[in-house]
């Protein structure tokens, strides 16, 4: 079971910083994906972290204003956003695949509810 946390609304130019929370004690195995949804569009890849931390992949979108972490101790993960903009906003869900990271959302097998990002201009 995955928690998505930490969206809000903030203006362009932001920060914030979503968190995505596992109750399973075997998190540390599994590779964790960001996604997100605007309204009217499809669920889109925005990055991922492998389960060893050591790879990490972003949409071209993002890739130059957002970073991924986890903490296997805390079995969490985190979605850094930097320089917001109005085009960011969506909900954002965290998701959970086991073995190597993927962008497709359909190799997840695991999904957080979703947390709201609104950005305004």
């Known amino acids: 079971q995955l928690e998505d946390s930490g969206g809000g609304l903030v203006q362009a130019g932001a920060s914030l910083r979503l968190s995505c929370a596992a109750s399973?004690?075997?998190?540390?195995?599994?590779?964790i994906g960001w996604f997100r949804q605007a309204p009217g569009k499809e669920r889109e890849f925005v990055g991922f972290?492998?389960?060893?931390?050591?790879?990490?992949n972003f949409a071209d979108s993002v890739k130059d204003r957002f970073t991924i972490s986890r903490d296997n101790d805390k079995n969490t993960a985190y979605l850094q956003m930097n320089r917001l903009t109005p085009e960011d906003t969506a909900i954002y869900y965290c998701?959970?695949?086991?073995?190597?990271?993927?962008?497709?959302?359909?190799?997840?097998?695991?999904w957080g509810q979703g947390t709201q990002v609104t950005v305004s201009s």
């Open positions: 998701a959970a695949k086991s073995s190597q990271p993927s962008r497709d959302p359909g190799e997840y097998a695991y």
């Open positions: 972290i492998g389960w060893r931390a050591i790879n990490t």
């Open positions: 399973e004690r075997t998190f540390s195995s599994y590779s």
